[in-house]
């Protein structure tokens, strides 16, 4: 996003500030790309409104945002009531593709990460134009 939007979205979410950043970044950057598409803003008004219940909204310091076993993480201090609203989004992240934010169907091993049909099989189905290139350079 640029300075100018992130300075919008700060205003409104002032715990997605970053100190020191000047608006060229917010936390709701390192949020996936499928994650803002499928739930973002809402799991932003959530927080925000669970902020205002327990008069915390200027108070709540996101210390970090991250991906981990495929589930959005948010390491932040805040009052227990905006950390469930948290937290339900974490759990909440594992039903939705990280890359374009349709519900997720499908889930990779090893380093996980949940996936719907369309993007599954475009980046992991044996078979796709990504493994066709790749099998012929190899016979080379």
């Not at 993480?73 to 939705?96: G, H, N, T």
Request: hydrophobic share 30%; aromatic share 12%.
């Amino acid at each position: 996003m640029g300075r100018i939007s992130n300075m919008l979205l700060c205003l409104r979410y002032p715990f997605l500030r970053i100190p020191g950043m000047y608006f060229s970044e917010t936390w709701y950057d390192d949020v996936l790309a499928g994650w803002q598409k499928g739930f973002g803003r809402q799991m932003l008004r959530d927080i925000r409104k669970a902020c205002v219940k327990t008069h915390s909204l200027h108070r709540m310091k996101i210390l970090e945002v991250k991906e981990k076993r495929g589930m959005l993480d948010i390491i932040c201090i805040c009052p227990d009531e905006v950390q469930k609203a948290v937290m339900e989004w974490e759990d909440l992240s594992r039903s939705y593709c990280c890359l374009c934010g349709k519900p997720a169907t499908e889930q990779t091993d090893g380093w996980i990460r949940y996936y719907c049909k369309d993007c599954y099989d475009r980046y992991f189905k044996e078979g796709n134009e990504y493994d066709k290139e790749h099998k012929e350079t190899r016979k080379r």
